[in-house]
């Protein structure tokens, strides 16, 4: 549990921080690009906690990609280079893509969650909100960690991950956890700005909270722009 409170504790205050980053930055840019390299030390904030996770982590930071033959192209895998010569094992974190933002659209942001001790995985879907793709970037994982030839051959802390969505990402986020084959295995989850239920109902992106049974944490930036009549479930807690 605490391990989990942990992923949940980073990547809320790092995302917090850097979504409000990106908008601030978003004329200057470059459009195939969400999250400017520098938001890390260029940021600043308001809090002692907020500065210390938004700081890069002590980890130098390996990364390679493998295509697949699905609609969401291929998988990112970021992950901390001392893996590649010990033992241990390191949490996971997946990531569900935003609407139009791919994973290769903000490489900060994952370099950023390996940077604290990490393996991050994410992938090029479009279309996030089922919960699918998010599922088979942990599958992939599951494979990897049992695959002799795999530079993360044992070393995926199967026992300790959590996900991560932004908008269309924070539907799929509740998906992966509740209506997905290995929904079971996550333990956290941090949902940001997630369409709210009606009008994700509407466009038939129907999730059901009451099924959640982990911990999450969903951020919003407005009072409409997010969930706000809701059953929760046994791990949604609501502010």
């Known amino acids: 549990m605490k391990r989990a409170l942990k992923i949940i504790g980073i990547i809320a205050l790092v995302i917090a921080i850097g979504i409000a980053w990106i908008a601030y930055k978003f004329l200057t840019t470059p459009p195939e690009i969400m999250a400017p390299e520098d938001y890390e030390t260029s940021v600043h904030t308001g809090g002692e906690i907020e500065a210390k996770y938004l700081a890069h982590g002590t980890f130098e930071v390996s990364f390679f990609e493998e295509e697949t033959s699905e609609e969401w192209a291929k998988y990112e895998v970021y992950y901390p280079k001392a893996l590649e010569s010990g033992t241990e094992k ?142 929760c479930g046994v791990g949604c807690h609501r502010p």
């Open 90 to 231: 390191y949490p996971v974190i997946v990531v569900a893509n935003g609407s139009g933002v791919r994973a290769s659209r903000y490489p900060a942001v994952f370099n950023h969650y390996a940077s604290w001790g990490f393996i991050v995985i994410g992938n090029e879907h479009d279309t996030s909100y089922a919960g699918d793709s998010s599922d088979a970037s942990l599958a992939y994982l599951i494979k990897a960690n049992d695959d002799p030839s795999s530079v993360l051959y044992r070393k995926v802390d199967l026992d300790n991950v959590g996900i991560v969505g932004h908008s269309q990402g924070g539907v799929g986020t509740f998906a992966a956890i509740t209506a997905q084959e290995h929904s079971d295995m996550y333990k956290a989850a941090v949902s940001l700005s997630p369409v709210p239920e009606e009008s994700a109902k509407a466009i038939h992106w129907d999730y059901d909270p009451t099924k959640i049974k982990i911990p999450v944490l969903i951020f919003a930036g407005e009072e409409n722009d997010v969930i706000l009549t809701v059953s």
